[in-house]
Structures are given as structure tokens and as C-alpha cells.
């Protein structure tokens, strides 16, 4: 006859084994689901468009109507500047935009921003933005390959894109143009 003591030790013992397979059917579940490893590559050159790639949009309309041609352009390329209005990040990049454009006069400078047209009208004002700004919506955002703010794309004047990045000042910008093109004539005031 089974005393309790054993009985106890029985029940201990199924209870173990029964916590065990349901870990291994949790592990392997949980396996199955979860995404294959990202490759080491940065982040911000994953999630974006791809390099030595034409550009997906030739032109743009900015906020005063005026088209924005991307490519082909009479310029040595396009410095492609994304921000969203409301961003901590974005708002550090503003008051610098006027500077890049004037150190980078060979290339047209422009500005993708998403935001409402009393935000992006208020931000233009604000820092005197001279240079075009198209506005879009969030959702068309996956169009230009990325979901970091502020970005930059580098455009050649056939529309490749030669590189890309995060920038907020004159500095990285010209970071971006000098691993791509070489030398450059930068007037930094």
C-alpha cells in the first residue's frame, strides 16, 4: 500500500515533469515567433532607402506650390533634409537649415516635413526658412524609407542617392557630402 509520504513525492515528481514540458513547448513557441536575428548593419542605414539607389520621387510641390525637381537637376546633387514639426530632435536642426543651404550653394537644399500647414507655416516663419518645404502626412512617410527624424539624403544630380544620415547641424551634413564626394568648397560662418 502507498502511504502519503510517497503519494506526496509522486505527485511532486508528475508536477516537475509536467512544468518542464510546458517550459519546452513555451520555448519553442516561442521561437517560432520571434524574428530572425537583424543583421549588424546601423540602424539608420537599414531603415532607410538603399544606397547607389535613383531616388523613388523625381519631383515634389512645395508649401507655395512651386515645384521641387529632384532629378536630373542643374546642380551638383540635392541635400534632402526629413523632419516632423513637434520633434525635440527636428527643432535642434531649424534654426540651422538656412546655414546649410548657404554653406552648400552648389546643391539645392530642400525639406520634407510632416506636420499640419499652421505648424510648418509657424516653423518657417519662426527661423525664416528660405529654403522649399514639401508637407506630407505620416502615413506617406514610408515613401522616403525612413522613420527617424531629422534625416538626410545626399542626391546626386542624376537622383542616386550617394549617402544618408542623421544631421542637425552644418557639420554632419557636410560629413554626409565628404564620404561621398571628396573635398568640398564649404563656406561655415
Known amino acids: 500500500m502507498v502511504n502519503y509520504e510517497q503519494l506526496s513525492t509522486i505527485l511532486q515528481w508528475l508536477f516537475i515533469i509536467f512544468l518542464l514540458i510546458i517550459s519546452l513547448y513555451m520555448f519553442r513557441k516561442l521561437n517560432e515567433r520571434s524574428p530572425q536575428p537583424a543583421s549588424h548593419q546601423d540602424p539608420e542605414k537599414r531603415n532607410s532607402l538603399a544606397l547607389?539607389?535613383?531616388f523613388p520621387v523625381s519631383h515634389l510641390i512645395d508649401i507655395t506650390?512651386?515645384?521641387?525637381q529632384l532629378h536630373p537637376v542643374h546642380a551638383a546633387g540635392t541635400?534632402?533634409?526629413?523632419?516632423?514639426?513637434g520633434c525635440s530632435s527636428c527643432a535642434k536642426l531649424y534654426p540651422n537649415?538656412?546655414?546649410?543651404?548657404?554653406?552648400?550653394t552648389e546643391y539645392q537644399v530642400a525639406l520634407i516635413m510632416i506636420g499640419t500647414e499652421?505648424?510648418?507655416?509657424?516653423i518657417s516663419n519662426e527661423h525664416k526658412i528660405r529654403i522649399p518645404i514639401h508637407r506630407i502626412e505620416m502615413h506617406?512617410?514610408?515613401?522616403?524609407?525612413?522613420?527617424?527624424?531629422p534625416f538626410c539624403y545626399v542626391l546626386s544630380n542624376e537622383g542616386i542617392i550617394l549617402n544618408k544620415g542623421h544631421v542637425q547641424t552644418v557639420e554632419e551634413v557636410?560629413?554626409?557630402?565628404?564620404?561621398?564626394?571628396?573635398?568640398?568648397?564649404?563656406k561655415i560662418s
Request: proline share 2%; no cysteine.
Open 140 to 149: 506617406q512617410m514610408g515613401n522616403f524609407g525612413t522613420f527617424t527624424f
Open 97 to 104: 537649415i538656412n546655414a546649410i543651404a548657404g554653406a552648400f
Open 52 to 54: 547607389n539607389n535613383i
Open 118 to 122: 499652421n505648424e510648418i507655416n509657424d
Open 174 to 186: 557636410s560629413s554626409l557630402l565628404s564620404k561621398e564626394v571628396g573635398a568640398l568648397n564649404v
Open 79 to 85: 541635400i534632402l533634409m526629413l523632419s516632423v514639426s
Open 65 to 68: 506650390d512651386k515645384p521641387i
